[in-house]
């Protein structure tokens, strides 16, 4: 089993930055992509981010693409989601996931049913201010 647990939400004002991590335990992040997911109240689950086993392939939803940076480092089972520009409808609950079946296509990870993601962490909020 993975354990996923994600921090770094906050409010921040319109135009800041914060930077998410999803610290991952129990295996390794080796063996799965990792994706951002966001929620917001309303909404249906969206893929934001998604970066692959090895951290050589990435994914970015339209919508944050140039402002938003996924990263990993595999040695603390670390992924990171580095948020510039934030914008009032970055406005969500951030969950990070794994999946194991798209461990290496990070686009499937995050533009597939959000059902079929292998672990899940508990969210964190983020709130952009206008």
């Known amino acids: 089993d993975v354990q996923l647990q994600a921090s770094g939400g906050g409010l921040v004002q319109a135009g800041g930055s914060l930077r998410l991590s999803c610290a991952a335990s129990g295996s390794t992040v080796d063996d799965y992509a990792i994706g951002w997911f966001r929620q917001a109240p309303g909404k249906e689950r969206e893929g934001v981010s998604c970066i692959s086993s090895s951290g050589g392939s990435t994914y970015y939803a339209d919508s944050v693409k140039d402002r938003f940076t996924i990263s990993s480092d595999n040695a603390k089972n670390t992924v990171f989601l580095q948020m510039n520009s934030l914008k009032p409808e970055d406005t969500a609950v951030y969950y990070c996931?794994?999946?194991?079946?798209?461990?290496?296509?990070?686009?499937?990870?995050?533009?597939?049913?959000?059902?079929?993601?292998?672990?899940w962490g508990k969210g964190t909020q983020v709130t952009v201010s206008s």
């Open positions: 996931a794994a999946d194991h079946t798209y461990a290496d296509y990070p686009r499937g990870a995050c533009q597939g049913d959000y059902h079929g993601m292998d672990y």
